[in-house]
C-alpha cells in the first residue's frame, strides 16, 4: 500500500487532505512541521509539541552531524529516543545549511549580508561532483559531505522521511550556473537512492528535492526527473525568488511536473498567508522557523492580515496592557491569562519565559490553521474558509493529536 493517501480535494483547487503513514505514526495533511533544528523545538518538551496538535517535526542533518555527531545519536537509539519524540520525524539533506555557509540566504543576498557575519568560522571550500568540503561553524575543522554520507547520517538518525542531498543554488547567479547545478542535484539524487537502497532503512521514506531556481523550464524538468525516480515524496528547495509572487509562480511551475500519487513538501515557507496558498496549490506539508523565531523575537502570530499577521509585543505601547495576546485562542498562554504588559516585559528583558509562552502561542495557532484548513477540505468549503483566514478571521478548529480529528469526507483520490 502506498505511504501516502489522499482522502479528499477541492474541486476549485488543487487542494487535497490525506494521511501519511510512517514506522512512528500517521501524518495528517495538509500539516506543517516545527523545526526541531538540533533535536530540540527550542524551549518546549515533546508532550507540549504533540499536545498542540503536530504530528511530525524536522531535524537538522548538518546541526547534527557537527555536533553531537550521528554515531552517538545513533548508539543512544536514534533521534526519536534521544530527543524523547516518538511520533514521525523528517530531517533534511544538509545542503541548505551547508550552501548557505557560501551563498547565504535570499535575505542575505537582497540585503546585501554576509552568510554568517565575519565571527564565524564556517566556509564552503570547494563544491565538486563528489560532494562539499567545508570549514565547520563549530571548531573551525575541515568537513566534507557527500550525497553518501547525507544518507548515512539520517539511516544513523532513524528519520521516518530523508531529504537527498542537493546543491542549492543562489539567487542570483545564472542560468547556465543554475542548470549546471540542478543536473549536479539530479546525479546526487541516483546516488542517494543508490546508498538508500543498499543501506539504508527500509521503513525510511525518502524525498528527492526539486531544484531549478526562478527558471521556469528548468524546475519544470527538475519536477519530472525527481518524480520518475524512486522516490516516495517530492520537497521543492532552493531559491523560490525575491518576493512573494514569485516564489507562488516558482511552486506552481514545480507542482505542474508532479505526479498526484507523491506527497509533497515545500522547504522553508512558513507564514500564514503563504500556507493558506501552498494549500491551494497542492502543497501537502510545510517547515519553517517562522512561528519559533517569531516568538524568540517578542513577536506573536495573530489574525491580522494588515500587519502580515504579526503582533510586536516587545513594543513600549504595550507595556500596561492587561489584554491577552489574542481573545478567545485556546493556548496555553493565552488561557492563563497571560498579559501582553507582562510579555512586554518578558521580551525586553529576554528572559526565556517570554520564548517559552509565545512560541507556545505561535505554534498552536499555526496548528490550528492547518487543522482549519483540512477541515474545510473535507467539508467541501475550503474556498470560503482560505477567503475568511486571509481576510483576519481566526482559525476556529482547534487541533488535536492524530486520531482526534475528523477523517475529511471529500471526494477520495482514484
Not at 495576546?325 to 504588559?341: K, V
Request: charged share 25%; with cysteine.
Amino acid at each position: 500500500m502506498p505511504p501516502f493517501e489522499i482522502l479528499a480535494r477541492d474541486d476549485a483547487t488543487r487542494a487535497r487532505a490525506g494521511v501519511l503513514t510512517t514506522a512512528h505514526g500517521d501524518i495528517r495533511t495538509p500539516a506543517f512541521v516545527p523545526l526541531a533544528t538540533k533535536a530540540t523545538v527550542r524551549g518546549l518538551t515533546p508532550a507540549e509539541v504533540e499536545g498542540l496538535g503536530y504530528d511530525i517535526v524536522l531535524g537538522n542533518t548538518f546541526h547534527l552531524f557537527l555536533d553531537p555527531g550521528h554515531a552517538l545519536i545513533g548508539e543512544l537509539g536514534g533521534l526519536h529516543e534521544f530527543m524523547g519524540w516518538r511520533r514521525p520525524i523528517v530531517t533534511d539533506s544538509g545542503g541548505f545549511q551547508v550552501f548557505s555557509m557560501g551563498y547565504g540566504t535570499v535575505a542575505d543576498e537582497v540585503k546585501g549580508r554576509s552568510a554568517f557575519g565575519a565571527e564565524r568560522h564556517g566556509k564552503v571550500l570547494s563544491i565538486e561532483e563528489d560532494g562539499v568540503t567545508f570549514r565547520s561553524y563549530i571548531d573551525g575543522s575541515e568537513r566534507f559531505m557527500a550525497p553518501e554520507t547525507s544518507m548515512e547520517i539520517q539511516a544513523a538518525l532513524n528519520s521516518d522521511l530523508a531529504l537527498v542531498f542537493d546543491e542549492c543554488t543562489p539567487f542570483h547567479v545564472e542560468r547556465d550556473y543554475t542548470a549546471r547545478s540542478t543536473e549536479r542535484t539530479h546525479r546526487w539524487l541516483d546516488r542517494c537512492l543508490d546508498w538508500h537502497d543498499a543501506h539504508g532503512p527500509r521503513e525510511q521514506l525518502v524525498y528527492g528535492i526539486v531544484q531549478g531556481g526562478v527558471f521556469e523550464d528548468l524546475r519544470v524538468e527538475s519536477a519530472q526527473v525527481v518524480a520518475s525516480s524512486r522516490v516516495d515524496g517530492v520537497a521543492i528547495g532552493g531559491s523560490l525568488g525575491e518576493n512573494k509572487a514569485q516564489m507562488r509562480e516558482v511552486v506552481g511551475w514545480a507542482l505542474g511536473g508532479l505526479h498526484e500519487r507523491l506527497p509533497r513538501h515545500l522547504l522553508g515557507i512558513g507564514d500564514v498567508d503563504d500556507l493558506i496558498r501552498g494549500v491551494e496549490l497542492g502543497i501537502d506539508t510545510f517547515d519553517c522557523v517562522m512561528p519559533t523565531r517569531l516568538a524568540r523575537h517578542g513577536t506573536a502570530i495573530v489574525p491580522d492580515p494588515e500587519r502580515r499577521w504579526r503582533l510586536d509585543l516587545s513594543s513600549a505601547r504595550f507595556k500596561e496592557s492587561d489584554e491577552p495576546i489574542m481573545d478567545g485562542c485556546p493556548c496555553p498562554a493565552c488561557t492563563a491569562g497571560i498579559s501582553r504588559g507582562y510579555l512586554r516585559y518578558l521580551a525586553k528583558h529576554r528572559e526565556l519565559t517570554g520564548a517559552r509562552l509565545l512560541t507556545l502561542h505561535n505554534l498552536a495557532y499555526v496548528a490550528r490553521l492547518m487543522a482549519d484548513l483540512r477541515a474545510a477540505i473535507g467539508e467541501g468549503r475550503f474556498a470560503e474558509r482560505a477567503a475568511a483566514l486571509r481576510a483576519g478571521d481566526a482559525p476556529r478548529v482547534v487541533a488535536g493529536c492524530a486520531g482526534a480529528e475528523p477523517v475529511p469526507r471529500g471526494a477520495a483520490a482514484g
